[in-house]
């Protein structure tokens, strides 16, 4: 893991989530690229002139930032982009080789209902990259219990899971793994690719209504860290393909999610 992203929002705990990202990448060795974007819109005379002076003072107040932080001597650069965050992300993972992007649940101007809002929202949905979204005031901390949930064990591409690999190497950290029978499954759900139960044995089968029940269900037992779950059409995520909030009713987690992208398959 070598560059993480962090999409600078608007939300005053903005510093919250880019210190766990510096400290993050500390432990890791990896760079930080915050990434600044802003819509500029004006008469073709006047847009670059208007689109630098943005630029120039965001970049400004993001180093003023940057510079009241404890870098531990991690690289923290500034990635700036003219335009909708969804197309500012494609570009910029492509250009810097992003190995994972870094977010808050959700920015200052949702309501509390809410765990992920429109922006947060819309980057899960509409990217393929690596997520890991951090709650306000998480500390970073070493990530010692991991728990993995999924609705099917079939993956078409096993290196979906080099983040979650990395992070678990770190820390030797244990693995758990839980498959959520849900209505509708299938025998070939059921079927579970080499390379999850390379990661662990460790492996529970659990019958719910939804994969999110599956891990409440099994939450107090197991007590991770961290909770890994994956992004597909039909997953862990499915209201996001019809919406891109996400109510706190619907889903809430008060530790670090990992989302891996499996969309593709």
């Not at 765990?115 to 970073?140: E, F, N, W």
Request: charged share 25%; glycine share 6%; net charge neutral.
């Amino acid at each position: 893991m070598n560059n993480i992203l962090v999409p600078l929002g608007t939300s005053p705990n903005s510093h919250e989530t880019l210190q766990y990202a510096v400290d993050f990448a500390a432990d890791f060795g990896a760079k930080v690229f915050i990434m600044d974007i802003y819509q500029v819109t004006a008469s073709a005379g006047s847009l670059g002139n208007v689109e630098q002076k943005i630029a120039a003072t965001n970049r400004e107040n993001i180093k003023a930032l940057v510079s009241e932080m404890d870098t531990k001597g991690v690289d923290v650069n500034i990635a700036s982009y003219n335009g909708d965050i969804i197309d500012g992300l494609i570009k910029i993972t492509k250009e810097l080789d992003i190995d994972l992007i870094l977010i808050a649940p959700r920015s200052n101007d949702i309501n509390e209902e809410f765990y992920l809002g429109y922006t947060s929202g819309r980057i899960i949905k509409q990217t393929d990259i690596p997520t890991l979204i951090v709650p306000k005031g998480t500390k970073y901390q070493p990530i010692k219990n991991i728990l993995a949930a999924f609705k099917s064990g079939i993956l078409k591409r096993s290196k979906v899971l080099h983040p979650l690999i990395e992070i678990m190497n770190k820390h030797s950290a244990d693995v758990n793994l839980l498959l959520v029978k849900t209505p509708g499954y299938t025998e070939d759900d059921l079927k579970i690719n080499t390379a999850l139960l390379d990661v662990s044995r460790n492996l529970t089968i659990s019958e719910n209504a939804t994969t999110y029940h599956g891990v409440l269900e099994h939450f107090q037992t197991k007590q991770p860290d961290l909770l890994c779950v994956f992004r597909r059409k039909r997953g862990f995520f499915k209201k996001l393909w019809e919406k891109s909030t996400i109510l706190k009713s619907e889903f809430y987690a008060t530790i670090p999610v990992l989302v891996l992208s499996v969309k593709k398959d």
